[in-house]
């Protein structure tokens, strides 16, 4: 069934658990997410980035989760969300949508500009009663619209976060504790290393739930101490793509002459579903809806 998020994510932050928001931008993905989330009996948010729905288009997309959902997670909670939204104009567009939850990152301006827009879209946002994400401090690496360089790079500072929260009015709050966007560690088999203390002490700063972006390569022992200081939703997209191409190569590598597309993607969905369960587990969140 399609949720509100915020029926899900304070009860997250309240027990001591995260509620994984997976990637979509097709109808496979999104089954096997949804799948997976029936299977472990878990809430989960399923979000689209601006690049996805230049890909599926927004109403295709749209209609895909709220479909899946409300046919195959009869009684499991999903709530549909924007990843990393840039313009106010695709924000007004998902919150029309039926969207209950929109990011708006604008972690790339100054502070107070950051600050400024971020309020900006929260005034707008809270009047048709949907949840915003924030984000403060900047992740390295790429993942569709986004290509932070090392230098740009920068670490979230606990006072800023503070002030950020207090004064734009924000639901969640993205922070960079160390960790990075993008399939280059996961590519030579190493684990990102976050700044668990970092983490600590904003968290103690902080009074809403934090958000954890570019997850996909961080060790599990890691992600269960960033859930025990605050972290409530973890972002999971690379590991997807890399699910979906890895297993796409293997069926046509093994099958050279296989044309059904149903026959070439059960597979793939397949690899996914055992992802997102996988991340489930390690979230704690099985067993939660």
């Not at 160390?178 to 668990?196: D, F, M, T, Y």
């Not at 970092?198 to 009074?207: P, S």
């Not at 859930?227 to 050279?256: C, H, P, Q, W």
Request: charged share 25%; proline share 3%.
């Amino acid at each position: 069934m399609l949720v509100h998020i915020k029926e899900i994510v304070p009860h997250a932050k309240k027990h001591g658990y995260a509620i994984g928001a997976f990637n979509t931008s097709n109808l496979e993905v999104t089954l096997a997410i949804i799948k997976a989330a029936v299977t472990k009996r878990s809430p989960v948010i399923i979000q689209v980035s601006e690049s996805a729905i230049r890909y599926s288009g927004l109403k295709a997309i749209t209609h895909i989760v709220e479909t899946i959902a409300k046919n195959e997670s009869v009684d499991v909670p999903v709530a549909l969300h924007l990843d990393h939204g840039k313009s106010f104009h695709s924000i007004a567009e998902c919150i029309n949508a039926g969207f209950s939850s929109i990011m708006i990152d604008a972690s790339d301006l100054p502070f107070d500009e950051n600050m400024f827009l971020t309020k900006s879209v929260v005034d707008y946002s809270h009047k048709r009663e949907a949840w915003v994400q924030g984000e403060i401090g900047r992740l390295i690496g790429v993942e569709d619209d986004i290509d932070i360089k090392a230098k740009d790079a920068l670490c979230t500072d606990p006072d800023d976060a503070k002030t950020f929260a207090q004064e734009t009015g924000v639901d969640t709050l993205a922070v960079a504790v160390g960790q990075s966007h993008g399939a280059v560690n996961l590519r030579q088999g190493k684990s990102e290393k976050i700044n668990i203390k970092q983490l600590e002490k904003i968290n103690k700063k902080v009074k809403v739930p934090l958000v954890l972006h570019g997850a996909s390569d961080i060790a599990e022992n890691q992600i269960k101490e960033a859930v025990k200081l605050g972290v409530s939703i973890v972002n999971i997209d690379t590991e997807i793509r890399m699910a979906f191409s890895r297993s796409i190569r293997k069926v046509l590598k093994e099958n050279k002459d296989m044309i059904d597309p149903r026959k070439i993607l059960t597979p793939v969905m397949d690899e996914i579903q055992k992802v997102v369960e996988n991340k489930i587990k390690m979230f704690g969140s099985e067993n939660k809806a």
